[in-house]
């Protein structure tokens, strides 16, 4: 697959804060991968110097084949950017406002007018293309704000938290048109949310950034295929403290894996549900009651929480 973004060894200070720090991920084309992180963690950081908007201390970036600092003007011809804020002239229609941002790109007039009339049809807001922006409803402010990022029929949109505040209608709608976006347009996308539901929707990719490290970076199927049904929670009455080093030898012997121990249960994980029973065995030989087994399913939330896991980062 071909990469449409290359991030290699950036580093991004702002005075002694260190937003990014030597960070290394490439994005492929033709998908949406997803950008994860607490506030502060790096992600709009990373989006702006993708974009152009800052440029890096340290570290080479390549965003379809051009510097964006070199070739900015090349660049924006080819990306569209929509953020939480996005600008848009209050006082001016939506439709104004599309022909005010076309035209900044010189899209000929006749070709602009085109866009926009699909645009709004495809995004069912043609009938309030007259309306000035103040007096539209965020959920049309924000398609309103796609059809600007788009204008220029860009190969890669970054969206930074551009979800925030919509219903969860109009949020569904988004992602529809997101979706249709990357099928029809063929555009890519990098999405920056804190909304994990929307991120495990949407993307094909995902980089959780911690401190401005990358702490995860992979396909969200193989998430799922490598690490969904394993986690298993055994509750007991008794303290498993007292026999921590034999069940220990014993777990491991029957191939279990990252075992943790509290008081009265034992998280670990295993192959197959199919050990189940060997793993039973091993407690009832020790008389431990078991109170019940639970099944952890191992998927994004639980990776976003055990990578933000002060000591125990992945
Ligand atoms: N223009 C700036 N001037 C000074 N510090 C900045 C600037 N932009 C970002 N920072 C700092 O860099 C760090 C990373 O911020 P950034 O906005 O990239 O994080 P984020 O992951 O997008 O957070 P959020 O989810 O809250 O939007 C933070 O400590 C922030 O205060």
């Known amino acids: 697959m071909n990469k449409i973004v290359q991030v290699k060894n950036v580093q991004k200070s702002f005075g002694n804060n260190i937003a990014l720090d030597d960070i ?3 994005f492929n084309e033709g998908c949406i991968h997803g950008l994860l992180g607490h506030n502060g963690a790096g992600k709009t950081t990373l989006i702006r110097i993708i974009g152009g908007t800052y440029k890096q201390d340290k570290g080479e970036v390549e965003v379809l084949g051009l510097n964006p600092t070199d070739d900015g003007y090349e660049l924006r011809k080819n990306i569209g950017i929509l953020s939480e804020n996005m ?18 790109y010189n899209i000929e007039k006749k070709e602009l007018k085109n866009r926009i009339d699909s645009y709004l049809k495809m995004f069912q807001i043609s009938e309030f293309k007259n309306k000035l922006i103040k007096d ?4 049309i402010k924000k398609k309103a704000g796609i059809i600007r990022a788009i204008i220029n029929e860009p190969k890669l949109l970054l969206l930074d938290e551009a979800s925030n ?4 209608i109009s949020k569904s709608e ?14 890519s996308v990098v999405l920056c949310s804190h909304d994990l539901e929307e991120v495990k929707k949407l993307c094909e990719y995902i980089t959780i950034i911690k401190k401005g490290k990358i702490v995860y970076s992979d396909n969200i199927n193989s998430l799922s295929r490598n690490k969904e049904s394993i986690g298993i929670v055994i509750n007991t009455i008794q303290d498993l403290f007292q026999l921590k080093e034999q069940i220990e030898e014993e777990l491991k012997k029957n191939k279990v894996d990252n075992i943790e ?10 192959d197959s549900l199919n050990d189940i029973n060997s793993i039973l065995k091993i407690f ?4 431990f009651n078991i109170v019940n087994v639970e099944h952890e399913i191992f998927d994004l939330n639980k990776l976003y ?4 896991r002060e000591e125990n980062a992945i």
């Not at 001016?92 to 005010?100: A, E, M």
């Not at 539209?136 to 959920?139: D, E, F, R, V």
């Not at 121990?261 to 295993?270: P, R, T």
């Not at 009832?284 to 008389?287: D, G, I």
């Open 261 to 270: 121990f509290d008081m009265n249960s034992i998280k670990m994980e295993i």
């Open 136 to 139: 539209c409803s965020t959920g």
């Open 305 to 308: 929480v055990d990578s933000h």
């Open 174 to 187: 988004f992602h529809e048109l997101i979706e249709e976006l990357v099928k029809i347009k063929k555009i």
């Open 284 to 287: 009832m030989e020790y008389n």
């Open 87 to 104: 600008s848009m002239y209050d006082r001016l229609s939506i439709y104004d406002n599309l022909i005010f941002y076309g035209r900044l």
């Open 24 to 26: 290394s991920v490439d």
């Open 165 to 168: 505040g919509l219903d969860p």
